[in-house]
DNA sequence: TGTACATCAGTGAACGCGCGTTCACTGATGTAC
DNA sequence: TGTACATCAGTGAACGCGCGTTCACTGATGTAC
């Protein structure tokens, strides 16, 4: 029943197969591309099959918003991880923090299907309390600068909402340029641009007392031309 | 024949007709909304008729997103002539880049239709040369961090490229609030977030000389709270 | 000032498309005995 | 181990929708004489 080599009348993991299909569809033609009959097709199925494993095809859509913002997670977990060590806490939780920024960036320039996916309007919401993290993504970058603050990098008074600006600053930076005015950068002035935003990001967060020279090191540190 | 009022067998001005149906369509539902057929019953007309204005869909579309991003563009200036005068320069350039900031990211809440459609892909890019400032926002944005240079705010060192991040912050801030997981921020708290994103921006901007009390006292200066 | 006529800006009907969704159905599966 | 049968997961045909676009057309306009 669970052999996923079977494929019969009854299919035996249509649910799965579906959403699946629908990523494939959201990666080539963004959200717009994600619709109840296409994904069927795309299964071996009738669309009619699909209404056994979703009530509509808002659900559909919804799954596969899902399925894209984890896709983003894991790439973005991947950046962090690919992170050279070093002994030095301030230099780790920078760094922590800017390949988070990369990470989004990187994800949503080689996958933009996916990206408009994940944050076609009427997501989940954060609801009420911001600090209701409940978005791995989102939990990343509150954990970063949470260490920032440890580590004597970001002042107590600077730390409330420092999220909101680290986030809208990547993220429009992404949507700027994939779907935005700036879509047709080269590579080079588009990772010159990334690594200007996330130094200027590095200072505005930066307590009086450190120098904005640490930032920029920090930053030069990590070789941003490895990817993509 | 150019009497607007006269409305006969032949409109007499139906381009325009059609293209402020377009962007009322683009205000209620944004760019999904905006059909050939849908502005054309608007306008009380047949669909065939927009065809002697327009030679497809996607150019009317391309027509709504421009008047789309004037309608921002006006939105921003207002808040620009809405200033207090200062005699202090500095005061008065950061004074400037805070309110098209606040323009920009209020236009978006009251018209998201709007500004989503003025942002849909494939709107005109900035291409090559980011020098070649086209875009009336954008053109204010370049401005306003010319001043800051001017005045001595900030160095000439972290001048390049600074519109992309001050663009990417609240463009950013701009879609999550509306399409995003911030969707459902309360007023208060998005007033409170957009002030600290304008302070770390302002912050990350300033030369090491300048001290980052100056940030926080210009911008507590502008009350946010009068609009929308 | 009047008229013939070319041009222009609309109409109305129709096409094919892919979509979401519903209906009555049927073949496959697994379980109770 | 075999069988009857309920349930489950599909099929296939059909619906109505709004869309972009094209066709042959006609009424209104403006201009040359």
Do not use: C
């Not at 799965?16 to 296409?38: H, W």
């Not at 993290?133 to 939990?139: E, L, M």
């Amino acid at each position: 029943m669970a052999d996923p080599a079977k494929r019969g009348y009854h299919h035996g993991d249509l649910r799965n197969a579906l959403v699946d299909a629908a990523a494939q569809l959201a990666e080539e033609g963004g959200p717009r591309s994600v619709t109840i009959r296409a994904a069927a097709r795309a299964a071996g199925v009738t669309p009619t099959a699909a209404y056994r494993h979703f009530e509509s095809h808002e659900q559909l859509l919804e799954a596969t918003k899902e399925q894209a913002m984890e896709q983003m997670a894991t790439a973005m977990r991947e950046h962090v991880a690919a992170l050279p060590e070093t002994d030095d806490p301030v230099r780790r939780a920078l760094g922590r923090l800017a390949a988070i920024g990369r990470g989004y960036i990187y994800f949503a320039i080689s996958e933009p299907g996916l990206f408009r996916t994940a944050f076609e309007q009427g997501g989940s919401a954060i609801d009420g309390d911001i600090f209701e993290k409940h978005d791995a993504p989102f939990r990343m970058l509150v954990e970063a600068l949470d260490d920032l603050v440890e580590v004597g990098y970001l002042s107590a008074a600077y730390r409330p909402m420092a999220e909101i600006t680290a986030w809208s600053a990547v993220h429009g930076f992404s949507t700027l340029v994939i779907d935005g005015p700036l879509r047709e950068m080269s590579q080079q002035l588009r990772d010159a641009a990334m690594g200007r935003m996330l130094l200027l990001l590095a200072r505005g967060l930066a307590d009086s007392g450190v120098s904005s020279e640490l930032a920029a090191a920090v930053l030069s540190d990590i070789n941003p031309g490895e990817e993509n």
